[in-house]
């Protein structure tokens, strides 16, 4: 702090060249904090889902169900808790492009199984009153400004027709990246009104195990228990089930990655230019300074602090401007939760920091190395 005046003059003395460099690093931070929230939204499935819970489905294919039936025999096997089901249903809202999961659920047993999702109890018990009710999460219901006691009606694709529903219960997420989007409805309703073929079927089982149990000896009990049944079950951790639905998409997160070390290099370089630039055109003034008794790691420290100090704020501004975007991205990405967590801002902005060390490195220990007398030579 005591020589900070001097690096901040130094800093202002090309205040346009100053301007550019901070503003790349900007950019290279806010596209940085775009990834990072990309990357969320793809794989939330996967940083959220619980350690303790196992999803169970038809052997063949996720498409395929399971008889309704198994709830009891899986309730059976030691080291298993609790289960609930679901079922795809796959409907439209207004317009195609209105995409959002909608899920039929077993009302006495879903909402314990996802203890993650906040849902006021006079509510829950409003939406396990009603037939036609449904629950949605928080951010849904903000995007199409559904309130408690609206009837949405959803044109269904698997279960043709109309299907109208009651808003009951709207659920928040008590984690920051909770995915607030899904719509809920009971599937005692899925089964009055379906096809003939739905009834006695789900699509998946979600299984919780105890504490202290090896959930991988459970899932090889459950598939040993339907083995050669006429639905055989493939059971793996809720983890593993979303990273496989996020794999479906592509390499993501390689993508991600080559993009954002082509930005850093590139920024890298840059900075270092400029840096370079600034030492080349402060030879003289270097060099009286250690005329007047400045070590040579005095020289090497003040480059590199005014390396870092521009780097810092060009990354803070741009990660911060990231962050504040963010919540549009969700508008823009139906069916996605968009969020930058704040392990990924601190990383962000350690990365700039680092960049602009490295970009640094190089004028300051040829300002370090800079002798005295050829220096001034050169006046």
């Known amino acids: 702090m005591k020589y900070l005046g001097l690096v901040l003059a130094n800093v202002r003395r090309k205040k346009t060249r100053t301007l550019l460099t901070v503003g790349s690093f900007a950019v290279a931070l806010f596209l940085f904090g775009l990834l990072a929230a990309i990357h969320f939204a793809f794989y939330q ?3 959220v889902a619980g350690a303790d819970r196992l999803v169970v489905i038809n052997r063949v294919s996720i498409i395929q169900p399971l008889p309704v039936s198994y709830r009891e025999r899986l309730l059976q096997l030691a080291g298993v808790q609790a289960v609930t089901s679901a079922n795809w249903f796959g409907g439209v809202y207004q317009d195609e492009r209105n995409f959002f999961p909608q899920y039929a659920v077993d009302h006495e047993s879903y909402r314990g199984m996802f203890s993650e999702f906040v849902i006021p109890d006079e509510q829950w018990q409003a939406f396990a009153g009603d037939r036609q009710g449904c629950v949605v999460g928080a951010a849904l219901a903000q995007r199409y400004g559904w309130k408690l006691g609206d009837r949405i009606p959803i044109r269904g694709t698997i279960f043709p ?6 808003v009951r219960a709207i659920y928040r997420g008590s984690r920051p990246g909770d995915d607030e989007g899904q ?4 599937r005692d309703y899925l089964e009055e009104r379906g096809p003939e073929w739905i009834k006695g079927l789900v699509g998946w089982y979600i299984v919780r195990v105890g504490d202290g149990v090896d959930a991988a000896a459970v899932s090889r009990a459950i598939d ?9 079950t493939k059971t793996e951790p809720e983890r593993a089930f979303a990273a496989s639905f996020a794999k479906q998409m592509g390499n993501i997160e390689a993508l991600i990655l080559i993009i954002g070390g082509v930005v850093f290099f590139t920024l890298l370089l840059v900075t270092g230019n400029t840096q370079a630039l600034s030492v080349r ?4 003034e270097l060099a009286v300074l250690k005329t007047l008794g400045f070590s040579d790691r005095f020289a090497l420290l003040l480059v590199l602090s005014e390396s870092v100090l521009v780097a810092g704020v060009g990354g803070l501004a741009g990660i911060t ?12 990405l139906p069916g996605f939760t968009v969020f930058l967590p704040t392990w990924d801002l601190v990383v962000g902005l350690f990365l700039a920091l680092l960049v602009g060390l490295a970009a640094g490195l190089l004028p300051a220990v040829s300002a370090m190395r800079l002798r005295v007398v050829d220096a001034l030579r050169r006046v």
């Open 281 to 284: 055109e402060r030879t003289t």
């Open 45 to 47: 499935g996967v940083e």
């Open 161 to 166: 027709g109309i299907w109208e529903f009651n």
């Open 183 to 186: 719509f809920w409805f009971r």
């Open 321 to 332: 401007a990231a962050k504040l975007v963010t919540p549009a991205l969700t508008q823009a």
């Open 224 to 232: 040993e228990r339907f083995a050669n049944s006429p639905f055989e």
